[in-house]
């Protein structure tokens, strides 16, 4: 019984190692910038890589675009830019999470002025006008982005994909998260938490040092330069010691203690400058009258150009640039200068060391608090970049991470510890507020003069430097009634006005709580004292701040009884724990006492009829009523209504996730349409060369030939007409049709190239079985030969007498008789050959082999005659085995065991 249950417990083990590790999901990351996607993945026997999108490219365009029905991403929507400005979107995440008025949303219209811009008419957020009867919203168009990043990594993995980490701008307030999150949620992605860019690199650049963290702090000055935007960050490394599960465990910390950002700087003014100058350039020719600027098509394909110019400009001192059809079909080529890029930028770079003197300040360090400058991003690889940076820091710039990839693998790092499936080594990353959050409230307060005034509180929830993940807890003493509270942005001094119209760090939401006026009735009544109105807040790792819970609090008394032992003089042998639990009780509860004189005189009178009792019992045990304080907690009903930038209602969020999943499956469908059509035309055109090759013209007749070649015509002629633009189904069907006549002739013609490779094989085997025959009744007859001599020999001397003389000579040792050694021997052989034989006879019936042994002596006669081995023919087949005789056909010659004489052994051989 024992043994079942551990088989039992066994097998229900391996099944959960099984179906556990069955249904383990890829997790990956996604590295949101406004240029490119970068995705990385991790799974159970899968690494932590960097997924290839379809063109075997470790990043992809962030750009979709729209054509004729048709969705194209990455590459392929940049090459549909070109022609068509208009149906392309990229750069979007600068816009999303913000009103039309937006300082950043006007320069986006300006930069490119080929689209048609709304705003939403009840959030006045962004909406792109496609046709007059579609448009796009900011978020619906990210998060067909991320859709198409979850199939990047599917396609990578051939896993599915249900996690993920994004990480976005460190720069990034409440709306413009909440505005990914819903990207996210209309593309079907659950994500395990937002990730700052900046901490994902710090994370990436830490998780490969981990030995050369310790407790002493290491301060890393990360650099990031992208394409729309520059950040500087300071990071501080060390070793932290915490206990989970009752183990005290040291793992290493990042955390971010200060950071300078410019939301505009960065690679695409850089590019759009460039290509304003090659536009000016282009208008100085004067090739056409036309004026370029007013072309979006050759605008578009002069910026592509400065992107290309702009990189290769980093390498080289100077670069022809050369455009085919910029405008009215006229090609342009001029020779651009690194110097003259300079030129053109000059006031860019006067930006760049902006962002590490904000990011030492809000640290409170000194650049030589420093212990590394590391540079990231895509822009850093300018050399007038870095040699600014270079002059900053006075030393040589760190460049061992991969500038365009660092945040992505530190983001899918965070994916793995927050995710299921996989387990990776622990790596705090703590990151900070970079701005600050309050709570604003109304109290009405009595005046001097006895009137009431409405009087506005702020009270600090978050402030600039706050560490998150972190939950906090808020009371609210003096409200007994339904009240309301805001959720804003603190002070914000330290940022200049144009930041701060940038950032948007207004009002984030208002808060209205329910329920209090009835449960404080209800308290009072009971007598229960009031202890307030307890807010619950949760920073997340998302970096969004979320109201969890809110609840009134009341305490209230209660009696219990307890029993205690006393001793002869009536005093109580108490427990010293208990009595210093209950100071310690006291000292929790701010020492409060009950000053009602009823309570105090009841009180009073119960402990001299207590003392009565103890006096008269004496030594025995008694049961003592105590007054106990009793937290009571009434959870409350209360609505968030966000100001900033209101969430998508249900209706709208339905809608939204109704369109892009009616893409999807156009998408789908069209796809199977292709490949319908596809393998429709290539079987016609298979069909008809087959049918001029002379194997299928053996394998058919000249009406069947003809019958397929009429069927292809007219399907052919179909498919480039009316129907090239049919349903996957109806091309399965004619398919199907032409099939039915084909096939029959291909099963001919594979039969018969076939054929050879069978008869072949068959004749293979037959060789084998044949093989196995004779090497089967070869042993056959050694066994009876050995068991023959073990017989004849049993009596222990050999033919000649029991002096063991063979005649002829050759004298045995020992006189005749055998050692025990080799009786042992004999024996085991006997035994061996017994088995073998029994199996024989068990396979095949006796007579067979016998019949086989005859045909085997046989053969082995007309080999003798053949070789010239004349006493072949003198062997003897008997039932004790086959016997090929000597010279003189007996063993009584002087010739040996295969009939040759001794003398005439080497000659014959």
């Not at 042998?573 to 009950?594: A, D, H, R, V």
């Not at 930038?645 to 209706?651: E, G, K």
Request: hydrophobic content about 35%; proline content about 2%.
């Amino acid at each position: 019984m024992m043994c079942d249950i551990k088989v039992l417990v066994f097998v229900v083990l391996v099944l959960v190692v099984v179906v556990g590790t069955g249904q383990a999901d890829t997790i990956m990351s996604i590295d949101l910038g406004s240029e490119w996607l970068k995705v990385a993945v991790v799974a159970p026997g899968v690494a932590m890589e960097i997924a290839l999108n379809k063109e075997s490219k470790r990043k992809t365009p962030a750009a979709v675009s729209f054509r004729s029905d048709e969705r194209t991403f990455g590459e392929d929507a940049l090459v549909n830019a070109v022609r068509f400005p208009a149906t392309n979107y990229f750069y979007l995440l600068d816009l999303l999470g913000k009103t039309t008025h937006h300082p950043l949303v006007e320069l986006y219209k300006a930069r490119f002025p080929f689209y048609t811009i709304e705003p939403d008419e009840e959030r006045g957020t962004v909406i792109f006008r496609y046709d007059e009867k579609t448009t796009y919203s900011v978020e619906e168009l990210v998060g067909q982005m991320l859709g198409n990043a979850r199939d990047v990594a599917a396609a990578h993995t051939h896993q599915r994909i249900k996690d993920c980490v994004i990480s976005v701008p460190p720069f990034f307030n409440q709306a413009e998260r909440r505005a990914v999150l819903t990207a996210a949620q209309l593309s079907g992605l659950q994500v395990l938490s937002l990730m700052s860019s900046n901490a994902a690199v710090a994370l990436n650049y830490g998780m490969f040092r981990r030995k050369e963290i310790n407790s002493t702090v290491q301060h890393i000055l990360f650099y990031d330069l992208g394409a729309s935007s520059a950040t500087a960050t300071v990071a501080a490394y060390q070793t932290f010691s915490t206990k989970e599960q009752g183990y005290s465990e040291t793992n290493p910390q990042v955390t971010i203690q200060g950071m300078g950002y410019d939301r505009t700087l960065g690679g695409l003014e850089m590019q759009l400058r460039l290509r304003d100058f090659l536009a000016a350039k282009f208008t100085s020719v004067k090739k056409t009258s036309s004026s370029v600027y007013e072309s979006p098509r050759a605008m578009a394909k002069l910026f592509k150009e400065a992107g290309r110019l702009m990189k290769v400009l980093s390498a080289n001192t100077e670069h022809v640039s050369q455009v085919e059809g910029v405008l009215d079909e006229e090609d342009f080529t001029v020779l651009v200068k690194r110097d003259e890029f300079e030129s053109i930028c000059e006031d860019i770079f006067q930006r760049i060391k902006a962002p590490i003197h904000h990011a030492l300040i809000s640290a409170g360090i000194d650049i030589t608090n420093i212990d590394q400058f590391i540079i990231v991003g895509g822009a850093t690889r300018v050399p007038r970049v870095q040699s600014l940076l270079q002059e900053v820091w006075g030393h040589e710039l760190g460049k061992n991470i991969n500038a365009d990839e660092a945040g992505a693998m530190g983001a899918v790092y965070r994916a793995a510890d927050l995710g299921h499936g996989v387990k990776v080594k622990k790596f705090h990353v703590k990151e900070s507020v970079l701005f600050p959050i309050k709570v604003e409230l109304e109290r009405e307060v009595d005046t001097q003069t006895g009137t009431k005034v409405t009087k506005t509180v702020n009270r600090s929830l978050f402030p600039t430097g706050n560490k998150y993940p972190q939950k906090k807890v808020m009371t609210f003493s003096k409200h007994t009634s339904d009240f309301t509270f805001s959720v804003n942005y603190g002070s914000n001094e330290r940022l200049s006005k144009q930041e701060i119209r940038g950032a948007s760090v207004g009002n984030v939401s208002v808060v209205s709580v329910v329920g209090v006026t009835a449960v404080f009735k209800k308290h009072n009544e009971e007598g229960n004292e009031a202890k307030g109105i307890k807010a619950h807040f949760n920073m997340e790792y998302s970096g969004v701040l979320s109201l969890v819970d809110m609840e009134a609090v009341f305490e209230k008394t209660v009696v219990s009884d307890e029993a205690t032992t006393t001793t002869t003089g009536g005093q109580q042998e108490g427990s010293t724990l208990s009595t210093l639990g209950s100071t310690i009780g006291k000292l929790f509860s701010g020492g409060e006492q009950n000053n009602d004189d009823n309570n105090n005189n009841d009180k009073k009178e119960k402990q001299e009829d207590d003392k009565d009792k103890k006096d008269n019992n004496n030594n025995k045990g008694s049961v003592i009523m105590k007054e106990k304080r009793v937290a009571v907690k009434e959870t409350l009903n209360f609505t968030v209504t966000y100001i900033d930038i209101p969430d998508l209602t249900p209706n709208n969020l339905h809608i939204s996730k109704k369109k892009l999943e009616d893409i999807n499956t156009a998408e789908i469908n069209r796809s199977e349409r292709e490949s319908a059509r596809n393998t429709l035309e290539s079987y016609i055109m298979d069909a008809q060369d087959c049918l001029y090759q002379q194997e299928y013209e053996e394998e058919t007749t000249e009406q069947e030939r003809e019958s397929i070649r009429q069927l292809c015509t007219q399907l052919g002629e179909w498919l480039y007409e009316e129907g090239f633009d049919q349903a996957a189904s109806v091309y399965r069907v004619r398919l199907s049709e032409l099939a039915t006549l084909f096939e029959p002739v291909k099963d001919r013609v594979q039969q018969n190239r076939d054929r050879p490779e069978v008869l072949q094989a068959g004749t293979y085997l037959a060789l084998l079985l044949i093989t196995a025959l004779i090497l089967a009744g070869v042993e056959y007859l050694r066994a009876q030969n050995r068991m023959a001599r073990g017989g004849r020999e049993g009596g222990g001397a050999r033919e000649g007498g029991g002096a063991g003389a063979r005649e002829g000579g050759g004298a045995r040792e020992g006189g005749g008789t055998r050692d025990n050694k080799s009786r042992e021997r004999d024996r085991n052989n006997a035994q061996r050959d017994t088995t073998w034989l029994n199996t024989l006879h068990n396979l095949w019936p006796k007579h067979f082999l016998t019949q086989l042994g005859l045909l085997i002596s046989n053969i082995w006669y007309k080999v003798c005659d053949t070789l010239g081995m004349g006493g072949g023919r003198h062997g003897v087949f008997t039932g004790r085995g086959l016997v090929l005789g000597g010279g003189g056909g007996d063993r009584q010659g002087q010739g040996n065991r295969f009939g040759r004489p001794r003398s005439n052994q080497r000659k014959s051989r």
